[in-house]
């Protein structure tokens, strides 16, 4: 009887530590099947849960039969406890072996079944992909859609694939793969299945599928564009950094409506309310360019407080797009600009010449003035001339013209090139070249003549083209240079380019009659006999000069004059045309 029981006892032990060898694996199974990490594989987790849970209730009944039937002596203590590990591997093995033998046949083959499908299905989609990157338009895009049977599941990667590949084409070309895209008869089945998902895509597809419809010139008005925008309005909370950048760019391009205004709205809400939580400057960066320009002063106020907050990890490509971010938004933040010149001053070697042309037009914007950040930057297109062929240097004198800086070695550089090869320029540069050393007021030390009539010369090779607004803008400013272009005047002041530039209306009619008062005063002053004087429709038309006697202005009229071209005349010149204005005036008229 007490070996009985003590048998007894024994098998109730091995049960209980072999339960607690197989509930662990039991719950990790189930665990792996909710979670369903990888929802292509959910279908094979379910069939091996099934397959699990069918073995696990055969082993429970079998259990106590098998060992209850087998004759097993009385061992001593220590022989009862190696007895007792021998006999429980060897049920985990009989186990296995059931667990193994135990699968139905019919379960087993559907499984399988449902592997080779997948596979096939994998290899299809790998298959479209690789015929996707083989597309050189999106014609070719949209014939394989038309031939791939598993192309409409992936519809947003084939209008991202369209707008790639016409990015870089011309505007002709692009205005050409447009229409035959819209033509091909798989484009509008395409746009309805996007339309179709754009309930249940993923967050990345969705907005990038806006962005890409839009840029491939799919009218806002149309149903595609408006749903899209309502989706992404539903959607706005589940969007991260990244989706929120893509979004706000595409927002910007678009003409006002009722669904654009409310995505803007809830935008602007929803970036004010994650403005501490965006990690990524870039996308920071992107979201500030995109709806800082409209934004309230308090919003664009803590937009300025997180970029202080990460001034430390700026990189030197964040402080370039920092210039043009700011630019955009019309915010100067001056310890931003100053953190963000250091930056570029330590990295200036190497920066693309685009990059420096956008520092020094928002700076020109955002009246920031950095006299260590203009100087590096002149250095360095000095110290690398070679890279730069002359429209280039032009656009850097032109850049630096805005921000008011001079740099003196750069011009003398052109001025050498702009008199041996002086047919390297256009109408367009030509223009550029005199408004920059005009307004600058520099001009080389060395050969001074010999630059001028170089630019002469090739101003003289563009007059039957040029117009007559031009040629006054080129005139007024070689008068600035005190040199004064005879071929020039003379076609300048004929009648009827006088009455076609007097014709003008509102400011840009003062400017133009200034600019012919001051050309008027030079040949005064400096013009030689030979040269012509001013027509009758100059002085009958011109407010500042009445026929038969001189009809000086006020005073009062001199100074708001001179006030306002200060930046743009030498003040030499100011002084010596306000001496003569005073020695020539009625008293009557200062007052």
Request: glycine share 2%; aromatic share 8%.
């Amino acid at each position: 009887m007490n070996s009985k029981m003590s048998y007894l006892i024994r098998t109730i032990g091995h049960l209980h530590l072999r339960g607690s060898q197989l509930r662990p694996v039991f719950r990790t199974a189930t665990r792996t099947y909710r979670l369903g990490i990888n929802r292509h594989n959910s279908a094979i987790q379910n069939a091996n849960l099934r397959r699990f849970l069918l073995n696990v209730l055969h082993l429970r009944p079998e259990s106590p039969l098998r060992l209850l039937s087998q004759g097993m002596p009385v061992y001593s203590k220590g022989d009862a406890i190696i007895q007792e590990q021998n006999t429980t591997k060897t049920l985990l093995d009989e186990h296995v072996q059931s667990f193994s033998s135990a699968v139905d046949p019919l379960e087993d083959r559907r499984v399988t079944e449902e592997n080779l499908g997948m596979k096939s299905e994998r290899s299809q989609s790998q298959q479209f992909f690789d015929d996707l990157q083989k597309c050189m338009s999106p014609c070719d895009v949209l014939d394989l859609v038309s031939k791939s049977s598993v192309s409409l599941k992936y519809c947003s990667s084939c209008f991202t694939t369209m707008w790639m590949l016409i990015k870089k084409q011309s505007e002709d070309q692009k205005r050409y793969e447009k229409h035959l895209m819209v033509e091909h008869p798989s484009f509008l089945p395409l746009c309805q299945h996007l339309m179709q998902e754009s309930q249940i895509m993923w967050r990345d597809d969705l907005v990038y599928s806006l962005h890409a419809v839009l840029k491939l010139g799919v009218p806002q008005n149309t149903k595609l564009v408006q749903t899209l925008l309502r989706v992404c309005q539903e959607r706005l909370n589940e969007f991260d950094d990244r989706c929120l950048s893509v979004l706000a760019t595409s927002v910007e391009t678009m003409e006002c409506c009722r669904n654009v205004d409310a995505l803007q709205a809830g935008l602007q809400l929803l970036v004010e309310q994650r403005i501490l939580k965006i990690s990524n400057i870039f996308s920071l960066q992107t979201i500030m360019k995109c709806i800082g320009k409209d934004a309230p002063f308090s919003l664009k106020r803590k937009f300025e407080n997180r970029i202080l907050k990460e001034l430390d990890h700026l990189t030197s490509a964040n402080a370039q797009h920092m210039f043009k971010t700011l630019a955009v938004m019309n915010h100067c933040s001056v310890p931003i600009l100053d953190a963000c010149s250091n930056k570029i001053i330590e990295n200036i070697h190497g920066m693309p010449f685009w990059h420096l042309i956008h520092i020094l037009r928002s700076c020109s914007i955002l009246k920031y003035y950095n006299v260590l950040l203009f100087s590096a930057i002149a250095n360095y297109v000095t110290s690398a001339i070679y890279l730069w062929n002359t429209k280039q240097v032009v656009l850097f004198l032109s850049a630096f013209e805005g921000v008011h800086f001079q740099p003196v070695e750069l011009m003398d550089i052109l001025a050498e090139k702009v008199t041996s090869h002086p047919e390297s320029l256009n109408l367009k540069d030509i223009l550029t070249v005199l408004r920059v050393y005009s307004l600058l007021n520099y001009v080389p030390k060395s050969q001074t003549q010999e630059f001028l009539e170089s630019l002469n010369t090739a101003l003289n090779k563009y007059r039957a083209s040029i117009s007559n607004v031009d040629l006054l803008k080129a005139v007024y400013s070689f008068c600035i240079l005190a040199y004064l272009p005879q071929p020039a005047i003379s076609q300048l002041l004929q009648e009827d380019n006088l009455n076609e530039i007097l014709r003008a209306e509102g400011q840009i009619k003062e400017q133009n009659e200034m600019m012919l008062h001051f050309v008027n005063v030079c040949l005064e002053l400096d013009g030689p006999s030979s040269f012509p004087k001013p027509t009758a429709v100059f002085i009958s038309k011109s407010k500042w000069i009445q026929t038969g006697k001189k009809c000086f202005p006020s005073m009062k009229q001199m100074i708001l004059l001179m006030h306002q071209m200060f930046n743009e005349w030498p003040f030499s010149v100011l002084l010596h045309l306000l001496s003569v204005v005073a020695q020539d005036t009625p008293e009557a008229s200062w007052k």
